[in-house]
């Protein structure tokens, strides 16, 4: 009779262990799902970004096809003076565009 008693308080000791452990697997799951949820979100997240820098460049490419479209146009009715002063602008643009982009900031 006291071996009985004596192996279902281990079974019992075990099983005990065996929920405990079943409960800390529970949780790291559950933490493990909740990082995957917020993982998921700032994929998308980006992605919408990514979407956005897209449509921008688009744009932006859109824009240099006309401009080069209106170059061509003015060197072949043989407006050059006007073609010299806009190629030159642009020039000065793309210069001071560097510039304030990539200057070193002076410390006070």
Known sequence: GRMKR??????????????D???VLAGKVNMLKQISIRMGKEVDDQNEQLDGYNDSAGGVMDSLKGTMNNIVEMASTGDTQTLVYRVLAMFGGFVLLYYFMFRTPVNP
Not at 6 to 19: H, L, R, T, W
């Open 21 to 23: 452990l079943t409960d």
């Open 6 to 19: 004596g192996k279902s308080s281990v079974d019992e000791m075990m099983e005990k262990q065996n929920d």
